[in-house]
């Protein structure tokens, strides 16, 4: 079946560090990609997503690469700050399942000021 | 345009009891997908309707439910409920159903 993994967390930074989170998947088809964020008390929202091989999706400073031959989408961003503090989650989709998104377990990344 | 809605944000029930979510999706969205989040399984979905009709289902028993009406606001309903029922049902909203999905703020339930 479909299945994404991330790293294991928690991640702890200083502020203006480099951020990397890994996150691979297996999946049936030609799946799109997606990191969501959810920050405390609150729902998900997009952050980015990609839908094909070699797209990089961007945002906030974020970025994040789909990588077919190593079936990898990690997430990056050069200068985190205090406010990036949430759980980050890796999902994907597949043709053919509609909405349904299988998700990872989720990180959580705080920064320190 | 307003978000995605869910009511109510907070939920205290016991065990046997049934509970009824609600979402109301972005205005002109047609697919409604409710998903489940606990610490020890994560997010889990488990299922969409789409102009009313259930099109995809998750892996979940069937003391879960759920239906969507004419205006595309969704209910999930849980029966008899357990203990490990409690958890942050979260709603999300699309156009179609494919491509970017829009979450609500979630339900937070809690059966004792």
């Known amino acids: 079946g479909d299945s994404v993994t991330q790293m294991e967390g928690p991640v702890t930074l200083s502020e203006e560090a480099f951020l990397t989170i890994n996150c691979t998947y297996t999946?049936?088809?030609?799946?799109?990609l997606f990191w969501y964020v959810q920050y405390p008390g609150e729902g998900l929202q997009l952050l980015l997503k990609?839908?094909?091989?070699?797209d990089k999706g961007s945002n906030k400073g974020f970025e994040a690469t789909y990588r077919k031959e190593t079936t990898s989408f990690h997430l990056e961003k050069g200068s985190v700050q205090v406010s990036d503090s949430a759980v980050y989650f890796c999902?994907?989709?597949?043709?053919?399942?509609?909405?349904?998104?299988?998700f990872g377990k989720g990180i959580t990344l705080s920064v320190r000021p | 345009k307003a978000g995605v809605t869910q009511t109510p944000r907070y939920l205290i029930k016991t065990r046997g009891q049934q509970v009824t979510l609600s979402c109301s999706p972005i205005?002109?969205?047609?697919?409604v997908s409710w998903y489940q989040q606990t610490p020890g399984q994560g997010l889990q979905f488990l299922f969409e309707?789409?102009?009313?009709?259930?099109?995809n289902k998750g892996n979940f028993p069937g003391r879960f439910s759920g239906r969507q009406f004419s205006n595309s606001r969704s209910e999930m309903n849980v029966s008899t409920l357990e203990l490990g029922d409690s958890a942050l049902y979260l709603c999300?909203?699309?156009?179609?159903?494919?491509?970017?999905?829009?979450f609500g703020p979630g339900t937070r339930l809690t059966v004792l």
């Open positions: 999946a049936t088809g030609y799946p799109s």
């Open positions: 999300a909203s699309s156009a179609t159903g494919v491509g970017t999905q829009y």
């Open positions: 990609a839908t094909k091989a070699d």
């Open positions: 205005s002109g969205h047609r697919s």
């Open positions: 309707y789409f102009s009313e009709t259930q099109r």
């Open positions: 999902a994907l989709s597949v043709p053919g399942a509609n909405s349904k998104l299988t």
